[in-house]
């Protein structure tokens, strides 16, 4: 039964639990060395295993290579294939381009704000991974409200992207910024109502319990909660700045957005970790709506951090896909989605998901009716998408109307109307 107890030896040999190494370490440290170096290296322990084991390769060769080399397909191409065998070594070589190529400040350009902005782009790219769960054990930081964390760190790119556009004394940057801006406000409130449903299903902020709660009762949230889903993979699409809603950098309008003044490593630093915030985007989707390290009992056999790597590129498959297939939208259909249908849908589904936790708290009825709420949301959420889209998508002034033949203009009679004659 997947809500079984995890049975991963303490060895640190057993590949399920990585955090067992950790733990050989952090108990050697506090024999030979002062109180405090343990405190200190356990975090950092974390972070370089999550970079090493994760971040790294995903970046390298799913983020820049996989995803070109799946665009180029999707678009009847090869993709890069020159460097190395297959291409495997573009990556390197773009990036030792990017170092060897000389970044410019323009004149009028405020320079501290503008060398600033990278690194205030890259830290929340690092500091997001403290509180996925990559399995029972190995988690950074389990703080009580995880989600709060996520979402408050993945904030702080739209100020990095805000001081990159002002700085550059460049009406493109700025204009770029300030849909940068719009954006992040637009979808964020329907990202977060969307999220409120997860939290008042499993009584939870925590992405730890959240996976937990998945695994005990033997379900996704992405059956529970389809809606909140569908809501959470456009709003982080939108606010990743990825194709069909990358209005920030549109290169037909705004030149490159508030990337326009970048160049060198500083612009590589912005690409590096757009990739960055997509992949962390995919890991917390698949930890909060496709039950993250747990799937179903297999990870008592499978290590579960590499259970949550397979989910995590699927999802940023679909991202992929998405980014490979659809056409930019304009800026204003982009502001109507976000307030016209996703913002309505979002607090429909909240009062769903409230309703129907207070009669599964106050029947008392068993775990088995997630299934039957399953069932009832999925179908809400089709009948919902459907018909509010046929809703607003309706416009009568838009519809032609059948031209008539005027038989009396004023006093003139046309030939031939009083005799019923004419045509």
């Known amino acids: 039964m997947s809500g079984a107890p995890f049975l ?6 057993d590949l399920r639990d990585l955090s067992n190494i950790s733990r050989e370490i952090l108990e050697f440290l506090d024999r030979v060395g002062p109180d405090w170096l343990a405190y200190v290296v356990s975090p950092l322990i974390g972070f370089v295993a999550a970079f090493l084991l994760f971040v790294l390769p995903s970046q390298l060769f799913v983020g820049v290579y996989g995803e070109r080399r799946l665009i180029g397909r999707m678009q009847s191409r090869l993709g890069p294939n020159r460097v190395g065998k297959f291409g495997l ?7 030792i381009k990017l170092i060897q190529k000389e970044a410019i400040t323009p004149r009028g350009a405020d320079k501290w704000v503008m060398w600033t902005a990278p690194v205030v782009f890259v830290a929340p790219a690092v500091l997001v991974w403290a509180v996925i769960p990559f399995g ?16 408050a760190i993945t904030a702080l790119p739209v100020l990095a992207a805000f001081m990159a556009g002002w700085s550059g004394n460049n009406k493109y940057s700025l204009f770029g910024a ?3 801006v719009a954006m992040a406000i637009s979808y964020e409130v329907a990202l977060v109502l969307g999220l409120l449903g997860v939290v008042l299903f ?16 033997d379900i996704w ?11 959470y993979f456009i709003s982080a699409s939108a606010e990743l700045n990825r194709t069909p809603t990358d209005i920030a950098e549109a290169e037909s309008e705004i030149v490159a957005g508030y ?3 970048y160049s060198g490593m500083k612009w590589g630093l912005f690409y590096g970790m757009d990739i960055g915030y997509a992949l962390a985007a995919a890991a917390f989707g698949s930890t909060v709506f496709l039950g993250g390290w747990s799937l179903f009992g297999l990870e008592e056999w499978v290590p579960p951090w590499l259970i949550l790597v397979a989910k995590t590129h699927l999802f940023y498959f679909v991202f992929i896909w998405t980014r490979g297939t659809l056409p930019r939208l304009r800026i204003d259909q982009l502001m109507a989605l976000a307030w016209k249908y996703m913002l309505p849908l979002a607090a429909i589904n909240l009062l769903v998901v409230a309703a129907e936790r207070l009669w599964w708290h106050e029947a008392g009825l068993g775990d088995g009716i997630v299934y039957l709420f399953a069932a009832a949301n999925i179908a809400l959420a089709l ?8 809703v607003l998508g309706y416009r009568p002034e838009r519809v032609p109307t059948r031209p008539r033949l005027v038989k009396h203009v004023g006093g003139y009679v046309a030939p031939g109307a009083e005799t019923g004659g004419g045509r």
């Open 202 to 217: 499993t009584s939870t902020m925590s992405l730890q319990a959240i996976v937990e709660w998945q695994r005990e009762h």
């Open 178 to 180: 300030m849909r940068v």
């Open 221 to 231: 949230l992405v059956f529970l909660q389809p809606l909140a889903f569908v809501i």
């Open 259 to 261: 990337l326009t003044e």
């Open 8 to 13: 991963a030896t303490e060895h640190w040999w």
């Open 136 to 151: 029972p054990n190995m988690v950074i930081a389990d703080i009580p409200v995880g989600l709060v964390y996520f979402l």
């Open 89 to 95: 070594l573009q990556p390197i070589a773009d990036a």
């Open 383 to 390: 009948l919902l998408v459907v018909g509010w889209a046929r």
